[in-house]
């Protein structure tokens, strides 16, 4: 399978192209940068820092159409929804790891998905997916009595808050309790708020240095509290889990899935 990074220097797609570069039965088809980057290029190994590859970076998707089946995006928003319509129209899987897409862009990529296979996870690390799965059960056990509180921390370039883990653990934990987290969510408290509803979701984040990406949740009532934590350490742990859904995606048809449908944790 031959699998295109786009978003090739960032902090992500280094990763993504070391990742591919280690994994079995996966090979790097092509690596996309920004048009008018000074690497258009440059071999996308020594971009990534490890060593000639053989695949030249260039400047645009139309450029590699042909040389990929898979295309893997941890880029922006707007970028991405661009990606998926190209994807759509080339008959090409997609993976995306971009976060902080509001409901119309994450329809628009519902749409994209009606063409062609998504993979679409605000995380793709096996121990947060894992995560989910734990919070699910928690919630179900300690129900309404004990207070739900989110706490995240990632490193100072981060541009969405809070994070699109963060959300999703939100999501399924007031899914579980029988909420819908756009009616309970409280976002960085400030100021005379009044005494916590019972109900609530509070999210607090955190944004310093270079902190890969940190997820506590709070289960917490008179007398106790338990707390779910996650700790990444390398964007390695991501970019594993993407190749992985990468390759899941081979013979898939059409549709919209998610890292727990790749780790059959559904
Ligand atoms: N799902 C998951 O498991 C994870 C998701 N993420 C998410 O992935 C996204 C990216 O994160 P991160 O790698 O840290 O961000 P970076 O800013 O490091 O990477 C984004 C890259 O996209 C490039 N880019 C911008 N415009 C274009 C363009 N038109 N064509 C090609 N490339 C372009 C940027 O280039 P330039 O630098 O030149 O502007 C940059 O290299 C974020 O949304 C983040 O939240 C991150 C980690 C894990
Ligand atoms: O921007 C990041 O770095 C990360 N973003 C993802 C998110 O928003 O949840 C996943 C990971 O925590 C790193």
Not at 10 to 29: C, D
Not at 48 to 64: F, N, W
Not at 134 to 160: M, P, S
Not at 183 to 198: F, H, I, N, P
Request: proline share 2%; charged share 20%; net charge negative.
């Amino acid at each position: 399978m031959r699998v295109a990074v786009i978003g090739a220097s960032g902090r992500m797609g280094k990763n993504l192209i070391t990742a591919i570069h280690e994994a079995q039965g996966v090979s790097l088809g092509a690596a996309v940068l920004k048009p008018g980057s000074s690497l258009v290029g440059a071999d996308a190994g020594e971009i990534a820092g490890v060593g000639k590859i053989g695949v030249a970076a260039v400047a645009a998707l139309a450029d590699c159409v042909d040389d990929f089946d898979v295309l893997i995006d941890f880029t922006s928003p707007s970028l991405t929804l661009e990606n998926a319509a190209f994807c759509a129209k080339h008959f090409k899987a997609i993976v995306v790891g971009t976060t902080g897409l509001n409901e119309s862009e994450k329809a628009a990529l519902n749409e994209a998905a009606l063409q062609s296979a998504v993979v679409f996870a605000p995380n793709m690390s096996v121990g947060v997916n894992l995560t989910l799965k734990l919070l699910a059960t928690a919630a179900q056990i300690l129900g309404d009595d004990y207070d739900v509180e989110i706490v995240e921390a990632h490193h100072r370039h981060k541009v969405d808050s809070p994070s699109g883990t963060a959300l999703r653990m939100g999501e399924v934990v007031a899914e579980a309790l029988g909420r819908n987290l756009k009616d309970c969510a409280v976002y960085g408290r400030e100021g005379l708020t009044g005494a916590r509803t019972q109900k609530e979701i509070g999210f607090e984040t955190i944004r310093a240095g270079d902190v890969v990406g940190e997820h506590s949740v709070w289960f917490a009532t008179e007398g106790e509290r338990i707390e779910i934590v996650h700790k990444a350490s390398s964007r390695m742990t991501f970019a594993k889990g993407a190749v992985r859904a990468a390759r899941w995606l081979e013979g898939k048809s059409a549709g919209m899935y998610d890292m727990q449908d790749v780790l059959d944790l559904k």
